[in-house]
């Protein structure tokens, strides 16, 4: 099984950035799928989560309305469509699979998730 995020780069503040996640040994509809990202300094925290397997969803407050998570038709790549993106926004985002998204929003819940990427860096500065 592997996860791999692209589409990091330097933008600036109010800039759209689209990230993707490409899978393989994976059919994300099994899976609860999404986001976390990781400031420099700070703990990595879940941003936006769906789940085909009980419908659940998750969407961090500091994003809502400006981030949108998608899948495509094949289900073996997921994105991450970002608007409006801030200097807070800056991070080191990773994909994630795990088996629910209930739990998405818990400090500390990224330690029990297995599946990851790498991840991919997204600077937003002038």
């Known amino acids: 099984v592997q996860l791999a995020e692209s589409g990091g780069d330097l933008v600036q503040p109010g800039d759209s950035l689209r990230l993707s996640c490409a899978t393989s040994?994976?059919?994300?509809?099994?899976?609860?799928i999404g986001w976390f990202r990781q400031a420099s300094g700070k703990e990595r925290e879940g941003v936006v989560c769906?789940?085909?397997?009980?419908?659940?969803?998750y969407v961090v407050d500091s994003v809502k309305g400006r981030f949108t998570m998608s899948t495509d038709s094949a289900k073996t790549t997921m994105y991450l469509q970002m608007n409006n993106l801030q200097p807070d926004d800056t991070a080191v985002y990773y994909c994630?699979?795990?088996?629910?998204?209930?739990?998405?929003?818990?400090?500390?819940?990224?330690?029990?998730?297995?599946?990851w990427g790498r991840g991919t860096l997204v600077t937003v500065s002038r």
């Open positions: 040994g994976l059919f994300l509809d099994d899976y609860a």
């Open positions: 994630a699979a795990a088996g629910t998204c209930s739990s998405w929003y818990l400090e500390g819940f990224y330690k029990y998730i297995q599946l």
């Open positions: 769906i789940s085909s397997t009980d419908g659940d969803t």
